[in-house]
């Protein structure tokens, strides 16, 4: 329609500096952050006005204040960022032993389809086993102190990591790497400066899968058997009753969970510009 | 000194699950330095394959592909073979400048590398959109993108593999017009390879017409300035290439209206 036509005419405007010479659709909508913010508000309102009122029972869902109460004291006695120290520790080291294991294989099987054959078969294999079954074993293994852990986080985030970087590198565009041909660079040339860069939305893909999994799978094993950490906190303060404790752990969990994932969303933007929107394939915004 | 190609006996088969098929047949042809050839046939005639065996990206199973300069024989690297694709082939995550300059890079310094570039860069009127990535460009854009970072590296020999396949007819008349002027402009061997008649015509001095792996004829063109596809000068030579291909020789039009109407169909 032409009323529509030039309505969509007068909202394009020049966009930023590498959109130079185009225009892009000026619709803009309030900070995603803001929009974002509408329902957890009104959770906490109505969670707030229900307590007030009295609609639940303070055992089941205590009050914001009792909850902020506790997550004040927990800070304040250290017991709260010891735990989320710990935690973090664990992702730190569980995650980057699979990222240290899963990224080669990927590239490598990317590179080499054939040997795959040797491998397929296993990995899909530990695919198909949920981590936290093999957790019983691991601790006879591992014991219960930070081995398990790592395993556990290493086998719930190897396969997204692992996948991906292989599908990545495996998608790569064999025109661009004939380009390479063409212009005589050597197979390392090819691989750093046309495959890499290629594959690179996609690993990213995995890495932030893998980062939010490795969250999951800790979480979980912390709760069956541990001695610190977040999980622990939650399992600890389900043996005492006290579930203010419990939802400050929950909420923890999941602010930490959410800031992780903004910090690397905004990492692979800047290290994939081209395409750093599309690693953020869950569209939150 | 510019390079020109020898092919001497040149083959190229390919394996097939049920036989093989022979997509270049022993053809010999010499290509002079600084001439600018155009390779015409319909789809499957070989002449992509062609193109390919003299950039190197495949290897022919019989005969050589041979690089002079002053009629000596140099390597195929010394020789400096640059070749354009049919899609521009830009990598997405480098910016214009960056994939123009993209052969040069760890090849040259800083300097040289950014000065290299920005010629380029403005010899094809790209200067606007240095810092722009390639899904902005429209396809005319993209493919001058890919011819800057062929040229970049000044290579003696330039082959393209129908560049402007996928372009809508104004933007194919500008490249053809740009492409004529930039041979002129640089006195390099360009060879190009089409399915299109006219464009072959209009653009190649000498068309080559393949038809079946071999060379069914070699068409002088032996008009100096630019003329479009529609001049009748072109009738015959137009018919002349169908013939070759086809054996028929009902591709031209009859030509007795123009006559009558006093135009003169030999240049």
Redesign the interface.
């Known amino acids: 329609m032409p009323g529509e036509d030039s309505a969509s005419i007068r909202n394009l405007r020049p966009c930023r500096?590498?959109?130079?010479?185009?225009a892009c659709d000026g619709r803009s909508s309030a900070h995603p952050l803001f929009s974002g913010m509408l329902f957890p508000v009104l959770a906490l309102l109505f969670w707030w006005i229900g307590s007030r009122l009295g609609l639940w029972n303070a055992f089941l869902l205590p009050s914001p204040e009792a909850v902020i109460g506790a997550a004040w004291k927990l800070t304040l006695n250290g017991q709260l960022p010891a735990g989320i120290l710990s935690s973090t520790l664990r992702i730190v080291a569980g995650f980057g032993a699979s990222c240290a294991l899963a990224l080669p294989l990927g590239v490598l099987l990317g590179l080499r389809p054939a040997w795959g054959r040797l491998f397929y078969p296993t990995l899909e294999f530990l695919r198909h086993v949920p981590p936290l079954a093999l957790l019983p074993l691991l601790i006879l293994w591992f014991g219960i102190g930070e081995g398990s852990k790592m395993v556990v986080i290493l086998l719930a985030t190897f396969f997204p990591v692992f996948l991906n970087t292989l599908d990545g590198v495996r998608r790569c565009?064999a025109?661009?790497i004939?380009?390479g041909?063409?212009?005589?660079l050597t197979g390392t040339?090819r691989f750093r400066?046309?495959i890499f860069?290629?594959a690179?939305p996609s690993i990213l893909t995995g890495l932030r899968l893998g980062l939010g999994y490795s969250w999951r799978a800790l979480i979980g094993a912390e709760l069956i058997a541990a001695s610190s950490g977040l999980g622990y906190m939650i399992h600890d303060a389900e043996s005492l009753s006290r579930s203010d404790v419990i939802v400050v752990g929950i909420l923890a969990l999941g602010l930490i969970g959410g800031m992780s994932d903004h910090l690397f969303f905004r990492l692979a933007r800047a290290a994939?510009?081209?395409?750093g929107a599309s690693v953020r394939r869950d569209g939150w915004d | 000194m510019t390079v020109g190609i020898r092919l001497r006996g040149v083959g190229r088969t390919y394996a097939l699950p049920n036989g093989s098929i022979r997509a270049v047949d022993g053809l010999s042809l010499t290509v002079d330095p600084g001439a600018f050839v155009t390779v015409v046939g319909r789809s499957g005639c070989g002449k992509t394959t062609l193109l390919r065996l003299v950039s190197g990206l495949e290897e022919p199973t019989e005969g050589a592909v041979e690089f002079l300069r002053d009629g000596r024989r140099v390597e195929r690297g010394d020789a400096g073979v640059g070749i354009v694709f049919q899609e521009p082939r830009l990598m997405p995550w480098l910016t214009v400048a960056q994939n123009v300059r993209f052969a040069l890079e760890g090849r040259s310094d800083r300097e040289q590398i950014e000065r290299k570039t920005s010629e380029t860069l403005r010899m094809l009127g790209l200067e606007r959109f240095r810092d722009a990535y390639p899904q902005h460009l429209s396809g005319g854009m993209a493919q001058r993108v890919a011819l800057g970072r062929t040229l970049v590296f000044d290579p003696e020999i330039v082959l393209m593999d129908e560049p402007f396949g996928a372009l809508d007819y104004f933007t194919r008349r500008k490249l053809r017009r740009d492409i004529r002027a930039l041979h002129a402009q640089t006195g390099k061997t360009f060879v190009l390879v089409t399915h299109d008649v006219d464009e072959a015509l209009t653009l190649g001095r000498t068309v080559i017409v393949l038809e079946a792996g071999r060379i069914a004829d070699i068409v002088p063109v032996p008009f100096e300035t630019a003329v479009e596809s529609d001049d009748p000068v072109f009738i015959p030579l137009r018919r002349r290439i169908l013939r070759a291909i086809t054996g028929e020789d009902s591709f031209a039009p009859d030509i007795s209206h123009y006559q009558e109407a006093g135009v003169n169909a030999s240049h």
């Open positions: 500096k590498e959109h130079v010479g185009y565009d025109g661009l004939e380009v041909r063409s212009l005589n040339q400066r046309i860069p290629s690179l994939a510009p081209w395409k």
